[in-house]
């Protein structure tokens, strides 16, 4: 992805980067916006979660009106999680993250915990129906600690 889609972050107040995604239907382009937010101000997002799959194989959203890629569940993703009638804000890290700008990758990586524990809601991504239909309940083995 173009470099001048990150602004970097500032690293002495906690900032990270937030992904508006546009609301549409399912047909059309995947629409995104990238901003930058201080996890002290208590931002209010989701985070998703989700497994890249081969990056080698990837297709192209629109991500403050450029051309980005990211892999094809990641994209399947912000496709059926998006809404058709008003924004999501979510943090994705393959989008949220540059990936090219290893110290800056660095530095967010180390945020993550924080990134999770701040967000409203976790969505998990499995993929699609016909790619995750071959799974069995019983091999997956899914804990989630309550408080």
Known sequence: ????????????????????????????EIRCELFKVSLDEDPSYQALSYTWGDTSITSHISLNSQTAYVTLNAKSALRRLRHSDRVRTRWIDTVCINQVDILGKNQQVALMGHIYSETQETLIWLGDLEETSQWRSRDMNISIPIE
């Open 1 to 28: 992805m173009a470099s001048d889609l990150y602004p970097p972050p500032n690293r002495d107040n906690l900032e990270i980067r937030l992904l508006s995604l546009l609301p549409s239907d399912m047909s059309n």
